[in-house]
């Protein structure tokens, strides 16, 4: 359901990706009330009431489903303008097709970030969490001692400061990650380079991934 209020509260907004899962739960959703309207007309209908729910909800609903379209299109890797394809014959069945089930382009491209970004950080996380914990007494301290030599780094990797809001530290994060990405380089950049801006990224990443760690605890 929170996919659905998403889409409906960026109608007009075709800046940006949208995941696939974002995607079909808005479809879902969409295509679930407007079959309960349905029935709503018919029942109505039948008692001799005229009724035009469904019309007056799939007119509202067309300019939130373009922008969805549009962004998931770009999440893809395809031009917003592709979803005109879906009202050509036999060509919409490919997009169509791409659309649902293309999976996102695991890296930024030109339309955005990859979406999908977070939601990786966040699960390995987690599983850094539970890997990382030790049985015994020492855990808080450990914890306590270790945590702030390593946000203290940690923060000045990512270039915002220690008592920065949850938000602050994400944008951040993801903004080092754009400035550093690989991608960025020319192409003919020397191997050395090259493996360097990963090894910054791993870092700006392990960073991230300490703060997360810190807070949740």
């Keep these: 359901m929170d996919y659905f209020l998403k889409a409906l509260a960026n109608y007009a907004n075709g800046n940006g990706r949208a995941t696939r899962k974002e995607y079909w739960m808005y479809s879902l959703f969409a295509t679930l009330f407007l079959i309960i309207l349905l029935a709503v007309d018919m029942l109505l209908i039948y008692h001799g009431i005229s009724s035009y729910l469904a019309n007056v909800y799939g007119l509202a609903i067309c300019c939130p489903g373009i922008a969805i379209t549009v962004r998931r299109a770009h999440d893809i890797g395809l031009s917003g303008w592709y979803w005109w394809l879906l009202l050509v014959p036999f060509v919409n069945f490919y997009i169509g097709f791409k659309l649902c089930?293309?999976?996102?382009?695991?890296?930024?491209?030109?339309?955005?970030?990859?979406?999908?970004?977070?939601?990786?950080?966040?699960?390995e996380s987690s599983r850094s969490d539970d890997s990382e914990k030790k049985p015994g007494n020492y855990d808080e301290y450990e914890k306590n001692f270790q945590f702030d030599d390593?946000?203290?780094?940690?923060?000045?990797?990512?270039?915002?400061?220690?008592?920065?809001?949850?938000?602050?530290?994400?944008?951040?994060?993801?903004?080092?990650?754009?400035?550093?990405?690989?991608?960025?380089?020319?192409?003919?950049?020397?191997?050395?380079?090259?493996?360097?801006?990963?090894?910054?990224?791993?870092?700006?990443?392990?960073?991230?991934?300490?703060?997360?760690?810190?807070?949740?605890?």
């Excluded at 089930?101 to 699960?123: C, H, L, M, Q, T």
Aim: hydrophobic share 30%.
């Design 101 to 123: 089930f293309a999976d996102s382009e695991s890296r930024e491209n030109k339309y955005g970030p990859d979406p999908k970004a977070f939601e990786r950080v966040n699960s």
């Design 150 to 217: 390593d946000l203290k780094w940690a923060f000045e990797i990512l270039g915002c400061e220690q008592d920065a809001s949850d938000d602050e530290v994400d944008c951040a994060y993801f903004t080092k990650m754009k400035e550093s990405h690989p991608d960025k380089l020319p192409k003919d950049s020397p191997e050395w380079i090259v493996d360097a801006a990963k090894e910054r990224l791993k870092k700006i990443k392990e960073a991230y991934l300490k703060i997360q760690k810190a807070r949740k605890n």
